[in-house]
């Protein structure tokens, strides 16, 4: 009997997009289950694959994006979840999750802060893949397309200069193709030195079918194709997760 | 007797303990009752007020404080509707006709006979908080609109934030707990370019002010709810400077089996989310007044503070409890707080409220301050006692409070104990027992026939409407929202190869369904200012249109009616509501759409220093429409440069209400009207159509005219267009002006593979139906001949920038 892969999404008060990243993760062939964080364990990343903070505005956002959930995770199982990492398990963070991920400093140095247009952005981008051997983008192609929907996904790094390295080092796996909120060195997705830990701003689990792109004749992806990027992102997971365990 | 500085209040009040006061009302008169009323912001009438004396005669003792603010609440316009239950005489072009209860006549009565004839389509209707349709066999959807006017006038960001909290609330306490999918807004501003000077009044907020405070106030309760804003609209006009109109709506989804609910004697009474505090005393009677200048000094404390997250984490609740069945009733905590609710609940079974329980955000609030607070963020629920322990182990998970606020009891009598102390005990059937009104109402006719302008440069004309308010691209608003979270929006309030052209309706996927639901809305103040009737049916066939474009089966579509009016005791204010409810009515019955929600707001007024502006009676029709398969979706952009551009529908003579009208300042023309019969016909076609996949897309035509359709199609970047009307259905007579930009209403403007025409043309046979051109793959610009005549040829490129800056550069 194959035994799918289990994933587990930890929810805040005010995370909101843990359903659709749910049935992303299920369509690839994960098993998923939502744990609200008051009843967030130790013990409930056992024999888990990969872990996962979904969108959303984690205690409302309002002290500065991701805050206090980074305290929250921090003191329920901020050590368990580095020797989670280091025991070879993955780590997803998308929009808030990203924010909170690069709180925690499970990733690279950066903070995510107001877009340059001062305004919260629902929108289309185009990204670039810099690291085609990621296990999160390895079945993604050069360049697609995710939407964004962030007031604070502007990642920033306290010396320029350090946004230029992640460029040059494969930090920055994920780069808008042209500046949609202001990024240093228009990063939109980092991954850590493990490859393991990725956060990004857009939303891949909202671009999971051909259908939900905004244009009917999309011409990205096969003909008469049912999937849309988004779901290439979860599937190259998948496979990752797998092959790990085989 | 009263002295210089005892109140009224003071003088009648008897305090048997610092929490609560017995009024001592029987021996007052008429106008002093009157008086008391209005120093404790009652929002009752003389009528009301001898009324209630009447009753506390009739039990021989004199009401409690808590007792008048729950009578007062649950007698309130906001809460009882009293305008649309009155009795009215009305005077029509110098004839008579009485109307008793629009709201039975033309909205209850009117859908009842269309629930009949379509067993099983509608599941609920007026009783709850919104309406149910069948989605499929196992799920139902609704759809509920609220407006919060008067709160966003004194502050725009509060006012828009807790307007859409609340009605996402109502979604959350319709049946057993609907899911929020998806929310709509949509608002009537002073133009943005407002001068100061304009604004005859102290403290009133510009425009723009308004606006931005508004939009924002959506997008943080929207966002943070994780509820999508997919579809709204905006109207300008200087009408509404002084009261803003701010319409949130909001739709949901519920197992079939989750829609009804009953209370029984012996449940537990309970309240979850935010605390009670002093913050939206008086909602709704302060909403059923008009505004002035003081309103915005004084009626601060009546306007909420939003916490989205609060609202977050109850509605987790909510959901979870539900799906594990252990809600028997719920609602939601609106107007008139937990007066209303528990009012509602407990209408029938009665029972026993304990205000010793509800937690509080300050000290030292007396009884009626606690349980008429209207503070953001509390559901209602009736649940079974053994279902407590359970019930509370969800409130610690997803970390909201829960309180056992009381039980019911069969008694039929509400009782509220706080102290120890019995503060309120009435018999419920009594509360709903208002006085109905008699009000008078005439509507004379203002439209005359008017001589079709002469456009001397059509194309320039199509600019200047191209940049009007009423046209320009709302995309920096749409924006702010998230409109995709959830991650069901499949038809997107913006389109097109770059994402920035204009849908009509917006369509989302529901989980567990391979059905979809479409949503779509129209309002058209314009046309009512001349003719309110014309207004009520063209406003019911745009949102019918828009849902059938976008994929809806015609034969399943419910609408909601939101009306918002000025002074309702000046008659011919109150006649132009007559108007426009009987348009509403006759186009529904027509078109076999049923009401199934809707919500009024009157008092829209407002006493500047030239004397009292109100606004134009405004109606927004929205509605909800089934589209049976992912396939039958489409969209209102251009999508191929070999296609072929067809019109349904013809073209009148009439000028009236539209954006070009107004911009050559034409008044009185005569607005179009709607031939409903034809129109029903049409659509049912239109969606054989869609079924046998031969549209490709679909766009209305409604604001600006067939010409603003057209370029908004061709915004999508895929094609320029060559389009000769020679062969446009129309009235014999049409200008040159009707045809370009007149906005005579049940037409469409479809996309059809050049191989599919004929197919499409047989179907449309002794329908107006007429191809007009084609998608040209060899220029973009938008070119319209009229035989050999150019009448308009412009770059598409021009003309979309006018259209995507207009807004922009205010906002």
């Excluded at chain 1, 799918?4 to 299920?26: M, Q, Y």
């Excluded at chain 2, 013809?650 to 008044?667: F, H, P």
Aim: charged share 25%; hydrophobic share 40%; proline share 4%.
């Amino acid at each position: 009997m194959e035994e799918r892969p289990r994933a587990v999404l930890l929810k805040f008060p005010g995370t909101n997009c843990d359903s659709e990243t749910a049935r992303a993760l299920e369509t690839v062939g994960f098993v998923t289950e939502m744990i609200p964080i008051s009843a967030l364990k130790q013990e409930s990343i056992d024999g888990v694959s990969l872990v996962v903070l979904s969108g959303g505005f984690s205690y409302g956002d309002y002290v500065m994006a991701g805050r206090l959930a980074k305290l929250v995770t921090e003191q329920k199982i901020g050590e368990t979840l580095r020797d989670f990492r280091d025991n070879g398990g993955y780590i997803l963070g998308i929009c808030n999750g990203f924010q909170i991920l690069t709180q925690l400093g499970l990733l690279p140095e950066g903070s995510l802060v107001e877009n340059t247009s001062g305004r919260y952005q629902c929108q289309w981008v185009s990204l670039e893949n810099r690291a085609p051997e990621s296990p999160f983008l390895s079945q993604l192609p050069e360049s697609f397309e995710f939407p964004i929907a962030h007031a604070e996904g502007r990642l920033v790094t306290s010396e320029a200069s350090i946004a230029e390295d992640y460029r040059a080092n494969g930090a920055a796996a994920l780069t808008y193709t042209e500046d949609v909120n202001g990024s240093f060195e228009q990063i939109a997705g980092l991954q850590d030195e493990s490859g393991r830990v990725f956060g990004l701003m857009p939303h891949p689990e909202r671009f999971l079918r051909r259908r939900d792109h905004y244009d009917p004749d999309w011409s990205g992806g096969e003909e008469g194709e049912e999937w849309g990027s988004g779901y290439y992102l979860f599937r190259s997971l998948y496979e990752s997760v797998t092959s790990d365990e085989e | 007797m009263s002295t210089d500085n005892e109140t009224i209040l003071d003088s009648i009040a008897e305090a048997p303990a610092d929490h609560y006061r017995i009024l001592k009302i029987s021996d007052l008169d008429g106008d002093k009752l009157h008086e008391l009323s209005q120093f404790m912001k009652l929002s009752l009438s003389k009528e009301d007020m001898l009324a209630i004396q009447e009753i506390y005669n009739d039990w021989d003792r004199e009401p409690t404080d808590v007792e008048l603010e729950v009578i007062a609440q649950t007698w309130s316009e906001h809460c009882k509707h009293r305008i649309f239950g009155a009795n009215i005489d009305h005077e029509v072009d110098g004839e008579k006709e009485s109307v008793t209860s629009l709201f039975k006549t033309y909205i209850h009565d009117v859908s009842q006979r269309i629930f009949d004839s379509k067993p099983g389509f509608v599941l609920s209707a007026f009783h709850d908080n919104a309406g149910f349709i069948k989605l499929d066999e196992d799920q139902a959807i609704c759809l509920k609109a609220e407006t919060h006017n008067h709160p966003s006038a004194i502050e725009p960001y509060a006012g828009a934030n807790t307007g859409l909290g609340g009605v996402i609330r109502d979604i959350l306490g319709a049946g057993k707990g609907a899911k929020p999918i998806g929310s709509l807004d949509v608002f009537c501003f002073g133009a943005p370019d407002t001068s100061m000077d304009n604004i005859k009044a102290d403290d009133v907020l510009h425009p723009l002010g308004i606006m931005r405070g508004v939009v924002r106030g959506v997008r943080d309760y929207g966002n943070r709810m994780g509820i999508p804003t997919i579809s709204g609209a905006i109207q300008f006009d200087d009408a509404y400077i002084y009261n803003p109109l701010v319409y949130c709506g909001t739709a949901g989804v519920i197992p079939i089996k989750d829609i009804d609910k009953e209370v029984r004697a012996g449940m537990k009474v309970i309240a979850v989310g935010g605390r009670t505090g002093r913050d939206g005393l008086h909602g709704a009677t302060f909403s059923s007044a008009a505004l002035d200048t003081d309103s915005h000094e004084e009626d601060q404390q009546a306007v909420q503070i939003g916490n989205p997250i609060e609202e977050k984490k109850a509605a987790d609740f909510v959901l979870a409890a539900r799906d594990r069945g252990l809600i028997e009733f719920i609602t939601d905590c609106g107007a008139g707080g937990f007066s209303s609710a528990a009012g509602e609940m407990l209408e029938e079974c009665g029972g026993v409220i304990n205000l010793d329980n509800i937690t509080l955000k300050e000290g030292g609030m007396v009884s009626w301050e606690i349980f008429i607070s209207e503070s953001q963020e509390r559901m209602v629920l009736a649940v079974k006692p053994e279902s407590m322990v359970e019930l509370q182990e969800l409130a610690d998970l997803y970390e909201t409070e829960m309180i056992e606020l009381g039980e019911a009891d069969g008694s039929g009598i509400l009782k509220v104990t706080h102290h120890g102390e019995t503060v309120c005990q009435l018999d419920c059937s009594k509360l709903h027992d208002a006085p109905v009104r008699e009000m008078t109402s005439r509507w004379e006719k203002k439209t005359k026939e008017v001589d079709p302008p002469v456009l001397m440069d059509a194309g320039e004309t199509l600019k200047a409407i191209l940049g009007d308010f009423a046209i320009v691209s709302r995309e920096p608003i749409i924006r702010e929202y998230d409109h995709e979270v959830q991650g069901n929006t499949v038809l997107k309030p913006l389109a097109g190869a770059s994402g920035d052209a204009p849908q009509d309706a917006t369509v989302l996927r529901i989980d567990g369904s391979d059905r979809l639901m479409a949503m779509g809305l129209s309002i058209l103040p314009e046309w009512g200012k001349t003719d309110p009737y014309a207004m009520g049916t063209a406003c019911v066939d745009e949102c019918i249109r828009q849902l059938v474009a976008a994929g809806s089966d015609p034969d399943r579509i419910a609408i909601l009616d939101n009306f918002c009016m000025g002074n309702p005791d000046a008659e011919e204010e109150l006649g132009a509501l007559v108007e426009t409810v009987k348009g509403i009515a006759e186009a529904a019955e027509a078109y076999g759409a049923p009401f199934v929600s809707g919500k009024d707001s009157f008092y829209n007024y407002f006493e500047t220093d030239d004397g009292p502006v109100s606004i134009p009676v405004t109606i927004l029709v929205s509605g909800m429409g089934i589209i049976d398969d992912a396939e039958h979706v489409v969209g209102a952009s251009l999508r191929r440069s070999d296609s072929l551009l067809a019109i349904i529908g013809t073209t009148g003579t009439k000028l009236g209400g539209s954006v070009l009208a107004r911009q050559l300042e034409i008044n009185n023309a005569e607005v179009p009207a709607t031939d409903l019969e034809v129109a029903l016909e049409s659509y049912r076609k239109y969606h054989e159509a869609v079924k046998q996949g031969l549209i490709l897309s679909a766009h209305d035509v409604s604001e600006g005219g067939l010409a603003v359709t057209l370029a908004e199609a061709a915004f999508s970047g895929k094609a320029g267009l060559e389009i000769d009307l020679c062969s446009l259905p129309m009235d014999d007579d049409a200008s040159k002006a009707a045809m370009l930009f007149g906005e005579s209403p049940s037409r469409l403007v479809v996309e059809v593979a050049p191989g599919n025409l004929e197919k499409l043309a047989d179907l449309f046979e002794g329908l107006p139906f007429a191809c007009l051109g084609r998608a040209a793959a060899e220029h973009s610009n938008l070119r319209i001949e009229w035989g050999k005549e150019i009448l308009i040829d412009e770059p598409l490129d021009e003309l979309k920038a006018i259209w995507k800056n207009g807004l922009a550069q205010y906002y």
